[in-house]
């Protein structure tokens, strides 16, 4: 029996940027990077982009059509001693004699902590190695600057459905493991891309999958063997890094902006990719307050009563409170009065210190505090006509300050964004 034990993503690995699917934006023959690869060149880069978007198959180009020596390790499995002996093995090479660059292709840069990065930093600094890291993750957040500042970083998008289409057909047509699907239909192959969400390694690897089911049940692929072999593509969403924050940036803006479509979108995107609800009906609480405030006092009570119910219910029987939350908030009126007096009212207490209390509305338990003058001519609201009574309540220092600029709708002058 024949067995192949590399993928078929790996087996079909393009060698020349020629061959290299999508990516038009960074490799063409203008680009900057594909004149450094092309004419040797390199320098230290960064590789950001989603799963099965290429960055490792083009730092296997730059290793194939290059004449530097290159070196591939993942963050994953080393650490400072595989750099080390990274470095000591380009510095002996440079200094050969047939001396030439040594390229180190760190797989997964962002799980390096701070101190494996600040390792890396003077080797890169220095040019004893050319550093090319890939990440799946903003680089902003997950590389230190130093290291980001002496890099290029280049963002590689998801594939387009046609690519990988085209990246099937040629698996179709040089592997012959895939000979005996080759009638596979071709809706079958736009299906796989579809639902492969720009991922090439995915599209391969279900293909591969698809080939698999077909030879141990010696028939035809049909459409219930190509729904077992797609199983279902894992969201791209991670809950502590910068698509978790996307999201809900996402909903909060969609929420504010009065779409309650898009906003019942993303709340079902971060439900479906496993979010902790009662993290989502936490925002969703803050946001009732936040931006819609005084303009719909119900919203805050509908915020409480889903919380309530998804610590009652769990998911996914809460999924539905959760979306109607999400398009009340959306349809109410706005108005972020309550944040804007906060923030104005915070300015005050940060810059001002703790101004003292004006004697006559502090409280007087003891003769001691009566005879201080605690409490002294303070006017009982009752004792008016409607409740209503002119005296001072603010710090000397803050007579006449206004926090609320209220119109006739209730709701306040736009503050500065929310940090969401």
């Known amino acids: 029996m024949n067995i192949v034990t590399t993928p078929l993503a790996v087996r079909l690995r393009p060698k020349r940027l020629e061959d290299l699917a999508g990516q038009e934006h960074i490799i063409h023959p203008k680009s900057m990077l594909f004149n450094a690869i092309k004419q040797n060149k390199l320098f230290s880069m960064i590789l950001w982009g989603p799963p099965g978007s ?7 180009i730059i290793a194939e059509t290059t004449s530097s020596h290159f070196i591939a390790i993942n963050a994953v499995s080393s650490g400072i001693a595989e750099v080390k002996k990274a470095v000591e093995t380009a510095r002996s090479i440079k200094n050969s004699l047939m001396p ?12 390096f902590n701070k101190s494996q990065q600040d390792y890396l930093l003077p080797f890169v600094e220095n040019r004893d190695i050319v550093f090319i890291g890939a990440t799946t993750e903003n680089p902003s957040f997950e590389v230190i600057a130093p290291l980001l500042s002496r890099s290029k970083v280049f963002v590689l998008q998801p594939l387009k459905k046609e690519d990988i289409v085209k990246l099937l057909d040629r698996a179709l047509v040089q592997e012959n493991d895939l000979q005996h699907i080759n009638a596979v239909q071709r809706q079958f192959l736009d299906m796989i891309a579809e639902y492969s969400f720009g991922d090439a390694r995915f599209a391969l690897n279900t293909l591969e999958n698809l080939a698999e089911l077909a030879r141990q049940q010696n028939r035809t692929p049909d459409e219930e063997m190509l729904t077992e072999a797609l199983q279902k593509k894992a969201l791209l969403y991670d809950k502590g890094g910068e698509e978790h924050y996307n999201i809900i940036s996402a909903l909060h803006k969609s929420m504010r902006d009065s779409d309650p479509d898009a906003s019942v979108y993303w709340a079902t995107r971060m439900l479906e ?13 803050r946001f009732a307050s936040e931006d819609i405030g005084l303009a719909d006092n119900e919203a805050l009570t509908l915020a409480i009563a889903v919380k309530e119910t998804v610590d009652f219910l769990g998911m996914p029987e809460s999924s539905t409170a959760i979306t109607q939350l999400a398009i009340y908030l959306a349809r ?3 108005s972020n009065l309550c944040y804007t007096a906060y923030g104005k009212a915070k300015h005050d207490v940060d810059t001002l ?8 509305i502090r409280n007087a338990p003891t003769k001691l505090m009566k005879n201080l003058g605690y409490g002294k001519d303070y006017k009982y609201a009752h004792d008016y006509q409607d409740a209503r009574v002119q005296q001072q309540h603010f710090p000397d220092e803050l007579q006449g300050r206004k926090y609320l600029e209220e119109n006739g709708e209730g709701s306040g002058e736009n503050g500065e964004e929310a940090g969401s």
Do not use: N, Q
């Not at 030439?100 to 799980?111: G, P, S």
């Not at 496993?274 to 609480?285: F, H, Q, S, T």
């Open 332 to 334: 109410a009126p706005k």
């Open 54 to 60: 290429g960055k490792t198959t083009l730092a296997s």
């Open 273 to 285: 990719a496993g979010e902790d609800p009662k993290y989502l009906v936490r925002r969703m609480i």
């Open 353 to 360: 210190g703790p101004l003292p209390v004006p004697l006559h």
């Open 100 to 111: 030439k660059e040594t390229v180190l292709f760190i797989d997964e840069i962002h799980r």
